[in-house]
């Protein structure tokens, strides 16, 4: 082999190496099942963002009150759903636009923002996503997730699946998002033993989605009509006066999404009125 030859052969190995190594990188955009695809573990978050104020505090959602606070243990096993185009764009609880195609999810009373991992119990498939939004507010599910992140995991068709979720810690300052290798196998008692089993898990869901519900934001109660009237000018919402006792109420809304009451709700909260209440009627 002459010096010439050796210099082109080791150029074109080096050129394979580096179209392997790229293959492996950043595989997020990717779609479908690929062999080996993803990470062997959950990201280091070096930047950890702060939690927004506001979205520790206790709220109200439909009669039922959700206590948020830290809990570095967290781990459980549930039904999972998600959301997509008719949020995508509106802003989560964290103040962050809702992107369908980002791996993200909203969970009732984790911090915000905060990272946790989600594995399919049916085929095994995992990711993290960065969770950034308060929901879901329907009684058998326990997280929901973005358009993107339940495709990822296998559960676009179906609407809703049985996952375990389990909290890692601070999301970074921005993204969090990761796809992480399927297990090697579905973990035992991951799959109901019947299919009745499975049907009376998803069965109360459709009664409580079909309920016809407008969420509002009562941002404070007041004594002073013209100071109520200021209050709700500049949160532009309205006053619903309750003359007999004397009060009126600064209301902002409707909206016919609790996720998005929610939203609202935390940003009332962050311009000062920490007493601000989700409520709603039919």
């Known amino acids: 082999m002459t010096f010439g030859q050796g210099v082109r052969g080791a150029l074109i190995l080096g050129l394979f190496s580096l179209l392997a190594a790229c293959s492996t990188v950043g595989g997020t955009g990717v779609r479908g099942t690929v062999a080996g695809r993803g990470e062997d573990h959950p990201p280091v978050v070096k930047d950890p963002a702060p939690i927004v104020s506001g979205t520790m505090r206790p709220y109200q959602v439909r009669g039922r009150w959700y206590t948020p606070k830290e809990q570095p243990d967290y781990e459980e096993v549930g039904m999972a759903s998600w959301y997509g185009d008719a949020f995508n764009g509106r802003p989560t609880s964290t103040g962050e636009r809702f992107d369908m195609h980002a791996l993200t999810a909203a969970h009732k009373t984790l911090p915000l923002p905060g990272l946790v991992e989600v594995t399919n119990l049916e085929n095994g498939r995992r990711l993290v996503v960065r969770i950034n939004d308060r929901g879901p507010f329907v009684e ?42 399927a297990s090697a196998q579905t973990p035992r008692g991951a799959v109901p033993a019947s299919p009745p089993v499975s049907a009376a898990i998803i069965a109360p869901a459709p009664a409580a989605v079909a309920e016809v519900t407008t969420f509002w934001v009562q941002a404070g109660t007041f004594s002073d009509q013209v100071e109520a009237g200021r209050i709700a000018d500049s949160l532009s919402g309205w006053v619903r006066a309750d003359r007999g006792a004397g009060r009126f109420n600064v209301v902002v809304g409707p909206w016919d999404s609790a996720n998005a009451a929610e939203a609202a709700r935390q940003s009332v909260v962050a311009r000062g009125y920490a007493g601000a209440l989700l409520i709603s009627g039919s």
């Not at 990822?152 to 699946?161: D, H, N």
């Not at 890692?168 to 969090?176: K, V």
Request: aromatic share 2%.
């Open 140 to 181: 058998s599910r326990i997280i929901d997730l973005s358009r993107e992140a339940a495709s990822e995991l296998g559960m676009l068709s179906q609407g809703v699946g049985r996952v375990r979720v389990r909290y890692l810690g601070r999301a970074p300052q921005q993204g969090g998002g990761t796809l992480l290798r």
